[in-house]
């Protein structure tokens, strides 16, 4: 069964502090890991995937294989990071469903 | 172009109804998925269409159901309401169905009373 684990439910940090967003995940095979955002009143949409090695709005999030981790990490946090962050999971390829966190609801506080 | 249009976006039913979905996805793409969103649960995978047929099927009761027309829009069906179907539904467009390629549309909030 494949399972994706985000621990915190509330971050909250200051502007231009460190943000780490944790992810946890239990897959046996070659998962792709994605983070998805939700804005206030706006659709939930890709924010960056593993495979894809980018950096989005400072955003970055290596997969740890070794510890099953894919946590998503920016230098400064902004403002306008306040959202609600899901980490996902797809099977080996992709496939075509996700399984996703509970989500982690970031604050940035001025 | 248009995103992903879901109707209606509020709904209030009550337990024992039934009550239907829809979605039509963006032009061009061919698989539609299903999700619900609750705050316990999270988001849950009910089901992937494309091209008319039913790919893929999470971890819902037979209660639940979907369809996809020849247009790619689809729509899903929910019976015998219960209490614990209030949630938000989202559905996701790509073109070959798989999931980087999705777009969210912005849901149907059910509440069953």
């Known amino acids: 069964a494949q399972r994706v684990t985000q621990p915190e439910k509330l971050l909250s940090v200051f502007k231009g502090a460190p943000v780490e967003l944790k992810c946890n995940y239990s897959?046996?095979?070659?998962?792709?890991l994605f983070w998805y955002v939700q804005y206030s009143r706006q659709r939930l949409q890709l924010l960056l995937r593993h495979i894809s090695r980018e950096s989005i709005k400072g955003f970055t999030a290596d997969l740890n294989k070794g510890e099953t981790s894919f946590h998503l990490k920016k230098p400064f946090a902004q403002e306008e990071d306040s959202a609600m962050y899901y980490c996902?999971?797809?099977?080996?390829?992709?496939?075509?469903?996700?399984?996703f966190g509970t989500g982690t609801q970031l604050k940035v506080e001025l | 172009k248009a995103g992903v249009t879901q109707t209606p976006r509020y709904l209030i039913k009550t337990r024992g109804q039934q009550v239907t979905l829809s979605c039509s996805p963006i032009?061009?793409?061919?698989?539609v998925s299903w999700y619900q969103q609750t705050p316990g649960q999270g988001l849950q995978f009910l089901f992937e269409?494309?091209?008319?047929?039913?790919?893929n099927k999470g971890n819902f009761p037979g209660r639940f159901s979907g369809r996809q027309f020849s247009n790619s829009r689809s729509e899903m069906n929910v019976s015998t309401l219960e209490l614990g179907d209030s949630a938000l539904y989202l559905c996701?467009?790509?073109?070959?169905?798989?999931?980087?390629?999705?777009?969210f549309g912005s849901g149907t909030r059910l509440t069953v009373v």
């Open positions: 897959y046996s095979g070659s998962p792709e």
């Open positions: 996701a467009s790509s073109w070959t169905g798989e999931v980087y390629g999705y777009t």
């Open positions: 996902a999971l797809s099977g080996t390829g992709g496939g075509n469903k996700l399984t």
């Open positions: 269409y494309f091209s008319e047929t039913q790919r």
């Open positions: 032009s061009g793409h061919r698989s």
